[in-house]
């Protein structure tokens, strides 16, 4: 079992920054890929980014290319994604997944990959 506990949502103006975190406990942390997802008030979950393992593969959805970085650190079991010139539309809840994956290149991106999810932190980008 691997357990995710997500951390740093809130609201912010249009153009601003916001970093969200996902702490894991359980299992071997570097066992698995992880990913960011988020769901909008009557839209389905979406992938916003994932990383491999190791942190040297990384995707992103086009839509926050360029904006938003995810990243980890395997020592502190931790994922990030750090969200710059945020827009109204990158409202949603954002939850974190793990995939369990050790030694592959890949970065998940769809929801059928992930076994572990977390509860979801909440993002309120305002205009």
């Known amino acids: 079992q691997v357990q995710l506990v997500e951390s740093g949502g809130g609201l912010v103006q249009a153009g601003g920054s916001l970093s969200v975190s996902c702490a894991a406990s359980?299992?071997?942390?570097?066992?698995?890929?992880m990913g960011w997802f988020r769901q909008a008030p009557g839209k389905e979950r979406d992938i916003v980014a994932a990383?491999?393992?190791?942190?040297?593969?990384?995707y992103y959805v086009d839509s926050v290319k360029g904006r938003f970085t995810i990243s980890r650190d395997n020592a502190k079991n931790t994922v990030y994604l750090q969200m710059n010139s945020l827009k109204p539309e990158d409202t949603a809840v954002y939850y974190c997944?793990?995939?369990?994956?050790?030694?592959?290149?890949?970065?998940?991106?769809?929801?059928?990959?992930?076994?572990?999810w977390g509860q979801g932190t909440q993002v309120t980008v305002s205009s």
């Open positions: 997944a793990a995939a369990y994956s050790r030694g592959s290149s890949i970065a998940p991106r769809y929801d059928y990959d992930y076994d572990y």
């Open positions: 359980g299992r071997t942390f570097s066992s698995y890929a």
């Open positions: 990383i491999n393992w190791s942190g040297g593969s990384t």
